[in-house]
Structure formats: C-alpha cells, structure tokens
C-alpha cells in the first residue's frame, strides 16, 4: 500500500481513485505511450505461455544519398530500425498480458524488385503487416503486389502527397506525414506571428519542386502571400570543403540581394544542397523556416511535454541516441498494429485490419492527443513540432485555425479536397 500511495502522490491520481495493482499496471502503460486498456483480475497473473505471434515486417530500400551539409545530420545506420524495435518491446509489454507476442522482422535491398519479390514470398507465409521505409514507386509496386493478398503496409518514410491521393492505396496506411501537413503545420504558425509576407527559395530536385508547391497551396490556404520566388542552382563541386566558408558568405547575400519586401525566407530544400546556408548570410536580416532553419516535423529530439521525457529516456536507453522523426513514424506505424491487436484482443489478420479502419481506433502519440486515420485516403492525423535544432517552438494546429470535426483536419488535405478513390 505504501508504494500505491507514492504512485498516488507522485502523479496526482484524482481523489477516490482505488490504489490497485490494476491501477498501477494502467498508469505504466499510459506511460508508455499506450491508453490504459481496462484489465480484468487475469491481467495481473503471470502472461500466458501459448502467446500467439504477430510478424511484422519491416522493409527497407537502400538508398544512396550525398553526405549532408553539417556532420551534425548525418543519419545513424539504424534511423528507423530502433524505432521499430522500442515499438516492438512497448507492444509486448501490453500484449503479454494478453496473450499477445510481437516479432520484428527485416528485409533490406537497394532494388526495388527484390524487395517486391521477397515481400510476396514473406506474406505467402504469413506475414500480414508491412511496415515501409522505401522510395514512392516501391510503395506502389508492393501495394499493387499485395493487393489481393492479406497483407496490410503502413508507409513510413514517404512524404508524396499523390501516395494520398491519385495514386491512393487501399491497402496503404501513411504514419509519415505528408508534404501538405508540413507546409501547412508551418504555414500556420507564420501566419500567426503575422510573418504574411514570403521569399521563397527553392531547389532544382523533384523533392524540392513539390515542397516549394506544398508552402505555395499553403500560402494561399492560409492567406500568406509568396513576393518572390527564386531557385537556387547547385553546381558541380561547390558543396563546402575545408575554408569553403568564405565563399558561402559572399555567395548568399548576393543571391538574396534586391528580394521583394518580406517578413521570412521561406526554403525548399529537401535533397539539403543549400538551405543550411541561408540562415544569418541573406542580405535582409529575416527568419529562415521551411527545410531548414524553423522547420515543421513528426517528432525532435527534446520534446518533453505529454510524457515526453519518459518516451525519449526509454528510446535513449535502447538505442543509444536520441530519436530523430524516422523513427517516430515507424514506431506509430508498428504502435498502431499492436494497438489494434490490443484493442480487439486478437491476432487474427481481419480483425487487427478491422480495427484499423473504424472509426474506433486510436493511438497514443506523445503528443497531447489520440491520433487517428482518416478514412478518405489512410494518412494518420497529428499535430506537429515547429522547431528549431535545438529546441521545440511550438505546436499546429495554431490557435484559431478551426475545423468543423477536428483540427487536425486543417493539416493537409482535407475531405471535401481529396482526390482519393479507395
């Protein structure tokens, strides 16, 4: 009873709440990023020994990718991958009370149709859901492969907005945000601190083109306005090398010099070629947001609010790193299977399935609020970080941008626009 009554003061349990193992048992899972199922007496007994497994199976295109600008951002080799095995080890620590054991298993090529192939095969025997960090025409080709098949694939790693729309999936769930959730998330909070007037900069990379088309959709929704717009050419060789500083810092001003009136540079820079060099070098003393400088992202790093702290001290523990947004997406996207398998207290493929389209489902995210699916085209709903590298800004949806049924709604395509047909 002692140590109920500290659990009691130490997270400020309304008055009259029974302190129970039970109870205990709750808080531990809502701690764990998990809404507390309600436990009967068995819950509290030992987990059963005839545990039913649930594969999930984690595929992974190998892409290669120039080093970026600052040592600082060069991925660890595990990005993604621990963010899948800490949301396989919060799924057993509900899912053994329950009967429930979650496996964790890989595949990796850097070709799209061994992937495809292999992916085929580990579903023929048995493996029903796909968790994807690859390129977007490999999510298409194992979706179409996997159509008829009970397979279900949870993309992670994609922002394409036609992945949501055009080229929508039925079988296709997206836990990444997509490119119009990042703009707006942004979007909104510049127009709140009434930064209205835009300089954009875009790269020459496809990435770079639909970010720089998801910040214009967002302007007008939103009611910013673009002044300018200019695209900054990367040449051959004029990545920075040792003393390549000075050059950068003659470079910037002039291409920002004579720029339209404006309140903030607004950058497009997916494929990281420049952006890092427009912060503090433009000609006008103005902000940097978009890909770099204030950013708009699933998840950072300090993050402490909403049990925060305790999620990226347990990740910290596992991995040995602090969580960057890859895998966050990922551990929502193996989070959302064991959720539903909690939720329906099942391991069977059509009722885990099941519950991930109804309107019941759920998950915890860290971040103040259920996340759920929308129904028109399989993108998670969720609030997202504007941050800066060191340090969260603030939360979108922003104040006063409402929606008719939620305001997560107002963070890229809504229903009424969706040119999904599932």
């Not at 922002?159 to 909104?188: G, I, K, W, Y």
């Not at 127009?191 to 083109?209: T, Y």
């Not at 103005?286 to 402490?304: D, F, K």
Request: charge should be neutral; include cysteine.
């Amino acid at each position: 009873m002692e140590e109920c009554e500290a659990h009691r003061r130490a997270h400020r349990w309304k008055a009259g709440t029974r302190c129970t193992a039970s109870a205990v048992l709750a808080l531990g899972m809502l701690l764990l990023g998990g809404a507390p199922t309600p436990l009967h007496a068995q819950s509290t007994q030992q987990p059963a020994t005839d545990a039913k497994t649930i594969g999930i199976l984690l595929v992974h295109e190998k892409v290669d990718r120039p080093p970026p600008l600052s040592l600082l951002d060069i991925p660890p080799s595990d990005d993604g991958v621990a963010g899948a095995k800490q949301a396989i080890a919060d799924n057993n620590n509900t899912g053994r009370f329950l009967g429930q054991d979650f496996r964790l298993d890989m595949i990796e090529s850097a070709k799209p149709d061994e992937l495809v192939a292999e992916a085929v095969k580990q579903v023929a025997a048995g493996q029903h859901f796909l968790v994807l960090m690859v390129q977007p025409q490999t999510v298409l080709a194992l979706a179409d492969a996997l159509k008829d098949k009970e397979a279900l694939l949870l993309n992670a790693g994609v922002p394409d907005e036609n992945l949501r729309e055009e080229d929508c999936r039925a079988n296709v769930f997206h836990t990444s945000p997509s490119r119009a959730m990042l703009a707006d998330a942004l979007a909104q909070y510049l127009v709140w601190k009434q930064w209205r007037r835009w300089f954009l900069i875009a790269g020459q990379q496809p990435e770079d083109i639909a970010f720089a088309e998801a910040l214009k959709r967002a302007a007008k929704r939103f009611g910013a306005r673009i002044v300018e717009e200019r695209t900054f050419i990367v040449e051959s060789g004029s990545r920075r090398a040792d003393g390549g500083h000075e050059q950068v810092q003659q470079q910037i001003p002039l291409f920002t010099q004579n720029a339209a009136a404006h309140d903030v540079v607004v950058v497009a820079d997916e494929s990281e070629q420049f952006g890092e060099y427009l912060p503090f070098r433009t000609w006008e003393p103005r902000p940097v947001a978009g890909t770099q400088g204030l950013v708009a992202t699933s998840w950072h790093p300090a993050l402490e609010q909403w049990g925060g702290t305790q999620f990226q001290n347990r990740f910290r523990r596992s991995a040995n790193r602090t969580m960057r947004p890859l895998d966050y997406d990922v551990w929502l996207a193996v989070r959302a299977i064991g959720e539903a398998a909690t939720r329906r207290r099942s391991t069977a493929f059509a009722e885990i399935s099941a519950h991930l389209r109804s309107a019941e489902f759920e998950v915890a995210g860290f971040k103040g609020q259920r996340l759920t699916f929308r129904d028109w085209n399989g993108q998670l709903r969720q609030p997202l970080l504007i941050a800066t590298p060191k340090l969260p800004v603030s939360v979108s949806p922003q104040p006063g941008f409402l929606h008719q049924f939620s305001v997560l709604d107002t963070l890229g395509i809504d229903r009424p626009e969706t040119k999904c047909k599932m």
